[in-house]
T-cell receptor
Framework: GAGVSQTPSNKVTEKGKYVELRCDPI?????LYWYRQSLGQGPEFLIY????????DSGLPNDRFFAVRPEGSVSTLKIQRTERGDSAVYLC?????????????FGPGTRLLVL | AQKITQTQPGMFVQEKEAVTLDCTYD???????LFWYKQPSSGEMIFLIY??????QNATEGRYSLNFQKARKSANLVISASQLGDSAMYFC??????????FGTGTRLQVFP
């Protein structure tokens, strides 16, 4: 596909469970970002990958959150021991090479609901 | 502090009229980028327009233009000839050397016939 894709589009889980959210960036884009958007707010940065490595993970709220990008393409955001406060839309974005002047292209998001 | 402020929670505009959505930013970095995104009810963030801090001219993309006033630290989005399909949330964002985007809280635009 031409754009960023994310799966699943919706995820409902119970408090304490483990979830994985997947992001498939635009082909050839080396930079990949994860953001979290709570209801009524703008997206908030979680983590940035340049290739396979996490260049900036300063936005991850705590050690229950982890993300990987083992082959420099698809990324998985992993949340352990989910809490109700983790309910949000998780957005993934990619850009050709990264940097403040490059447009980030977003996927449709995964809506996570923790019961 | 690095921050984006959007002071208009909601705006209304009649079809075919122009509308301005306000955005002010705060940063001490000399180099930054300013972006506007549209988020319809489907949830996807759609890129609209970009302005670099060193750009001399205001950016334009079709019906979208960015009124960049560096001294005032404002980057307002102007939508001309509004269409019903323009109804959505609009977010202003700033890109810095840290690569991440900092977003405002958004403005909900409603276009009525």
């Amino acid at each position: 596909g031409a754009g960023v894709s994310q799966t699943p589009s919706n995820k409902v889980t119970e408090k304490g469970k483990y979830v994985e959210l997947r992001c498939d960036p635009i082909s050839g884009h080396t930079a990949l970002y994860w953001y979290r958007q709570s209801l009524g707010q703008g997206p908030e940065f979680l983590i940035y990958f340049q290739g396979t490595g996490a260049a900036d993970d300063s936005g991850l709220p705590n050690d229950r959150f982890f993300a990987v990008r083992p082959e420099g393409s698809v990324s998985t955001l992993k949340i352990q021991r989910t809490e109700r406060g983790d309910s949000a839309v998780y957005l993934c974005a990619s850009s050709p090479a990264g940097g403040p002047y490059e447009t980030q292209y977003f996927g449709p998001g995964t809506r996570l609901l923790v019961l | 502090a690095q921050k984006i402020t959007q002071t208009q929670p909601g705006m209304f505009v009649q079809e075919k009229e122009a509308v301005t959505l306000d955005c002010t930013y705060d940063t001490s970095d000399p180099s930054y980028g300013l972006f506007w995104y549209k988020q319809p009810s489907s949830g996807e963030m759609i890129f609209l327009i970009y302005q670099g801090s060193y750009d001399q001219q205001n950016a334009t993309e079709g019906r979208y233009s960015l009124n960049f006033q560096k001294a005032r630290k404002s980057a307002n989005l102007v939508i001309s000839a509004s269409q019903l399909g323009d109804s959505a949330m609009y977010f202003c964002a700033m890109g810095l050397n840290t690569d991440k985007l900092i977003f405002g809280t958004g403005t909900r635009l409603q276009v009525f016939p």
